[in-house]
């Protein structure tokens, strides 16, 4: 699978490597907006905190005004400055590189002990920080894998990234996460999915039903073109509900 999403989208393009609580923080901005609007916050927050120190030091007041325009912006300021503030007493300062010389469950534990901070943000801070065989399961991850039957319906996504990351091989997580995440934007949408165009089509059920079903909308209508006079009786029998009762209040005028 990981090498028809590759053969669709062309080379892998790797991330720029960001310091660890950068990570943790934009991960945090990211949630519940776009990748436009989340990005746009974290650059205002730095030109407004160039160290994290001063940010961790000033009122959640200011972080909020810093990140509005990323939505959610006094929830996100609260969750934020709440993590410096732990970091800092832990610590001694407002920093997490001494996560580069731990192990991965133990750099995760650490990361999950912060305040807010779950396994989908260790796990990004795994993979795009730290460079470890870590695969993040974020909303467009966690919608294609379902459709795709390897998670069953309902799951959370902390529950997805405990299933998924073992099953997974090492080598290609980092880069199956990035390809499913652009499928899900480009093909696999939340709404009106392109299935009749997914590359994975063969190996979804999601899809196949989605298409079938498609499929019978169409034959349906083409059975059933609008007509005039006596021929019109024969809608209510293979026309949807509100195309017949059209064709009834047509009969009654």
Same mark, same amino acid.
């Given at each position: ?5 590759? !053969?669709?989208?062309? #080379? ?14 934009? +991960?945090?901005?990211?949630?519940? /907006? ?7 916050? =974290? ?5 407004? =905190? ?12 200011? @972080? ?15 969750? @934020? ?7 800092? #007493? ?12 731990? %192990? ?7 990361? +999950? ?9 260790? !796990? ?22 379902? *459709?795709?039957?390897? @998670?069953?319906?309902?799951? +959370? ?23 499913? @995440?652009?499928?899900?934007? +480009? &093909?696999?949408?939340?709404? *009106? ?17 989605? &298409?079938?079903? *498609? ?16 021929? %019109?009786?024969?809608? /209510? ?17």
């Amino acid at each position: 699978m990981q090498r028809r999403l590759r !053969a669709q989208q062309g #080379e892998l393009e790797p991330r720029q490597p960001v310091p660890v609580l950068d990570q943790v923080v934009g +991960t945090v901005l990211s949630q519940h /907006t776009s990748d436009v609007n989340s990005g746009r916050a =974290f650059a205002r927050l730095k030109a407004r =905190f160039p160290a994290w120190e001063q940010a961790a030091h000033a009122p959640a007041g200011e @972080i909020e005004d810093a990140i509005r325009c990323g939505g959610l912006a006094r929830q996100k300021a609260r969750r @934020i400055k709440e993590i410096l503030d732990a970091v800092d #007493e832990r610590e001694g300062r407002v920093d997490l590189s001494r996560l580069h010389d731990l %192990d991965d469950p133990a750099a995760e534990d650490y990361l +999950t002990s912060l305040p807010g901070v779950g396994v989908k943000t260790a !796990a990004c801070v795994l993979a795009f920080s730290m460079g470890r065989a870590a695969f993040p399961v974020d909303t467009h991850v966690h919608r294609v894998v379902t *459709r795709l039957g390897w @998670i069953p319906a309902g799951t +959370t996504a902390d529950k997805a990234y405990r299933l998924l990351a073992p099953r997974v091989p090492a080598g290609i997580r980092y880069d199956l996460h990035l390809a499913l @995440i652009r499928h899900g934007r +480009t &093909v696999c949408l939340a709404r *009106r999915p392109r299935c009749e165009e997914c590359v994975l089509l063969d190996l979804c059920p999601y899809g196949q039903a989605a &298409v079938r079903q *498609r499929a019978g909308r169409s034959a349906a209508a083409v059975q059933s073109p609008r007509t005039t006079g006596g021929e %019109d009786r024969n809608l /209510t029998a293979v026309a949807p509900a509100g195309v017949a009762r059209g064709a009834d209040r047509r009969r009654n005028q």
